[in-house]
């Protein structure tokens, strides 16, 4: 099947209706050509020739899109008296004048949308992947009412939203979270960990394969680690994948090191080349199956 016909067609714009449908599917055909940073964010035209060439011939494919799915007369005519310019060229600003222009601001729409919101858990979710769109879809539609009542909220409340939606399906990851989030606001320091941040964290930890890391970089009895399926994505900590029929001695290996249960085939274990790595790596060189 070629590849193009895997991608459903943007849909017309009608406004809040169908507002929802409208960007998730926009994204994901400028997800699937790489080129979502666009709407996210303003990207300064870049210095080398090549480059420019590759940066305007993305942005006027988001042009045609734009210009393909906001051509009901009403949309055109909120866009326009929200200010903008018919020739607009910068597909950021198209993009985020239709999520303020289009949503419903009443008060009524505002609550019902902080009530979805707050109420999000992760577990209901047949994917990680379902539970970041929504989320997503939501931070944004607040945002643009938040923009049209002038107030905004914190990112460290969008942040404690998606982490609270987190706690019952990944206790483990929640923990270690909240963790960071509470020493940076004690030391009063500026947290790095921001919503961008977690999106990734999220989006790594479905997506990233479980891999062979250990290449001479822990010290002592088990510093060979051929064959220890790890999943990475955080900095100071592991997830070690065990098959189902080597669980029992895994979660006994686990809780002698100190390391945490995340589910029924994973376990948190300390950053590489700390005391309770290595001291986890002995254990597993000890253990007479070879593996756990």
Known sequence: MPEESLKAAVP????????????????????WDCIDQYIDKGTLEPAGEDE??????????????FSESLIDPKIRSKLK????????????????????????????????CLREYHGLEQKNFGTMDAFIAKAQ?????????????????????HIWTILNALEAAYPSHYMFWVKMMRTNNANNKTSTFTWATLMEELVTMVQRSFRD??????????????????????????IVKFE???????FEAALRVGCGLLNDSHFVVRARGSAAWRSYCSLRSRDKSGQF
């Open 137 to 157: 879809y939501l931070r944004d539609k607040l945002g643009a009412m938040e923009y049209q009542a002038g107030t905004v909220l914190h990112n460290k409340h």
């Open 244 to 250: 189902d029929e080597h669980f029992e001695a895994a």
């Open 12 to 31: 017309i714009l009608e406004g809040e209706s169908n507002h929802r449908s409208w960007s998730e599917i926009t994204r994901l055909h400028l997800e």
């Open 52 to 65: 420019k060439k590759k940066w305007n011939r993305d942005r006027i494919k988001i042009r045609i899109m």
């Open 81 to 112: 008296a929200a200010g903008l310019k018919p020739n607009e060229k910068n597909p950021f600003t198209i993009w985020d004048t239709v999520r303020q222009t289009v949503m419903d601001q009443s008060g009524e729409a505002v609550g019902d």
């Open 213 to 238: 890391l250990g290449e001479g970089e822990a010290e002592g009895p088990g510093k060979d680690l051929e064959g220890l399926p790890l999943c990475t994505s955080f900095g100071f900590f592991a």
